[in-house]
């Protein structure tokens, strides 16, 4: 069956250092890969979208890596804030085929501890 | 611009009752889809609808229903609720599908008692 893991249910970062969080997949042909940020009692926020095709993308502190052979997704947030803490969900889309549409991880919430 | 509105924020209902919540997409948005989060499933895709039409659907069984409006308005429905519906549903818009990401509002917060 379809399954999307992310690292760890939390992970405690000091401030100022590069937090990574990791998504990876099994069963699923992905077209794009996703990331969102999720606060308490409030919807998803995108973040950034990468295409199967692409290796890596960045925004501002923002890094993102696409592996369709590892079947991995490394996020990084460098110079990481106490304003970045947060839930991170990894999320991943297919177009067409016998996937499910789109699935999200579980996310891993994310401590930047000053 | 105004982001993705769903109404209303809270809701309590009975076992057996049926539900209906809205959503309003950001303006230029013909792509708008459902989502259900909880806890122990994380967020789980319903359906998508695009210019009135149900584009695509997850795995949820038929007392999950949807619709859209000319104006890219939506509705979900949910009827016979169980205790298990409980949960908080998601809306998201986006101009067509993944390219861009998606928007989503801050969700309705269905309680089944």
């Known amino acids: 069956s379809q399954k999307i893991e992310q690292n760890s249910e939390a992970l405690n970062i000091q401030e100022g250092k590069t937090a990574t969080l990791t998504c990876n997949y099994t069963?699923?042909?992905?077209?794009?890969l996703q990331w969102y940020r999720q606060d308490p009692g409030r919807g998803p926020v995108f973040l950034l979208l990468?295409?199967?095709?692409?290796k890596e993308k960045r925004k501002e502190r923002l890094k993102v890596t696409f592996d369709t052979t590892l079947k991995q997704s490394l996020f990084h947030i460098t110079a990481s804030q106490p304003a970045d803490s947060a839930t991170y969900l990894c999320?991943?889309?297919?177009?067409?085929?016998?996937?499910?549409?789109?699935?999200f991880g579980k996310g891993t919430r994310l401590h930047i501890l000053p | 611009k105004a982001g993705v509105t769903q109404t209303p924020r809270y809701l309590i209902k009975t076992r057996g009752q049926q539900v209906t919540l809205s959503c309003s997409p950001i303006?230029?948005?013909?792509?708008v889809s459902w989502y259900q989060q909880t806890p122990g499933q994380g967020l789980q895709f319903l359906f998508e609808?695009?210019?009135?039409?149900?584009?695509n659907k997850g795995n949820f069984p038929g007392r999950f229903s949807g619709r859209q409006f000319s104006n890219s308005r939506s509705e979900m429905n949910v009827s016979t609720l169980e205790l298990g519906d409980s949960a908080l549903y998601l809306c998201?818009?986006?101009?067509?599908?993944?390219?861009?990401?998606?928007?989503f509002g801050s969700g309705t917060r269905l309680t089944v008692v």
């Open positions: 998201a818009s986006s101009r067509d599908g993944a390219t861009y990401g998606y928007t």
């Open positions: 069963n699923y042909s992905p077209a794009y």
């Open positions: 990468i295409r199967e095709n692409e």
């Open positions: 999320a991943l889309e297919s177009i067409g085929g016998r996937d499910d549409k789109i699935i």
């Open positions: 303006s230029g948005h013909r792509s």
């Open positions: 609808y695009f210019s009135e039409t149900q584009r």
